[in-house]
């Protein structure tokens, strides 16, 4: 799986990535067409600069943002320079997409009724979150009651968007992925559009 690091032009609304090969990169920009463009190429004012094994970078005007595939980012209207970034859903209806915790990647799947940002142990594991600093609590699975360990995490990062000090859960075992709840959800302005979910950093 590829991610890849992309920034806009001006006069680019919208830029979604929809897949990554050695060497190229498959962008849709405005809602157009998916097109191929290879390192040194560009699309609508996105020029692809370098490709690596799970990374890309593109550069406009000398700014870059961190996309996974099937996340779209808008352009330009920050005015204030607010963070934001915006996902897309799948064919569930669940938004997907790779962020960071601690620097380290990881898969989220958004989910408001998750209280807080929960990560399986082997991601815990990999973000070196330190457990004898958390709270051992009881939670409630899919699985019936478990036990799981409150903690606080010194980053979280999804697009451009990165808090610190977030409000974390670790579970014993290994979860399909990590669960964005409310305690990042909560310090964002979330605005929905079809397919399309927009988180823009409040504080």
């Known amino acids: 799986m590829y991610c890849i690091l992309a920034a806009f032009p001006a006069w680019a609304a919208d830029v979604g990535l929809v897949g990554l090969f050695p060497g190229k990169a498959v962008l849709v920009v405005d809602g157009g067409v998916p097109r191929t463009v290879p390192v040194g190429g560009s699309v609508g004012g996105v020029k692809l600069i370098a490709v690596s094994e799970n990374s890309a970078t593109v550069e406009i005007s000398g700014k870059r943002q961190r996309l996974a595939i099937g996340q779209h980012a808008h352009a330009g209207g920050d005015g204030g320079g607010a963070q934001s970034t915006s996902l897309t859903a799948d064919g569930r209806g669940h938004f997907i997409t790779t962020g960071t915790v601690n620097g380290a990647t990881v898969r989220f799947m958004v989910d408001t009724g998750a209280t807080s940002v929960a990560l399986g142990a082997s991601d815990a594991r990999r973000a070196n979150v330190n457990l004898a600093n958390g709270r051992p609590i009881l939670v409630q699975t899919a699985n019936g009651?478990?036990?799981?360990?409150?903690?606080?995490?010194?980053s979280v990062r999804i697009g451009d968007v990165t808090l610190n000090e977030v409000?974390?859960?670790?579970?014993?075992?290994?979860?399909?992925?990590?669960?964005?709840?409310?305690?990042?959800?909560?310090?964002?302005?979330?605005?929905?559009?079809?397919?399309?979910?927009?988180?823009?950093?409040r504080y």
Request: aromatic share 4%; net charge positive.
């Open 145 to 154: 009651v478990t036990q799981a360990w409150l903690v606080t995490l010194n």
């Open 167 to 201: 409000e974390g859960t670790v579970h014993q075992q290994d979860m399909p992925m990590a669960l964005l709840g409310m305690s990042f959800l909560n310090r964002m302005e979330m605005k929905r559009d079809g397919q399309t979910m927009t988180l823009r950093k």
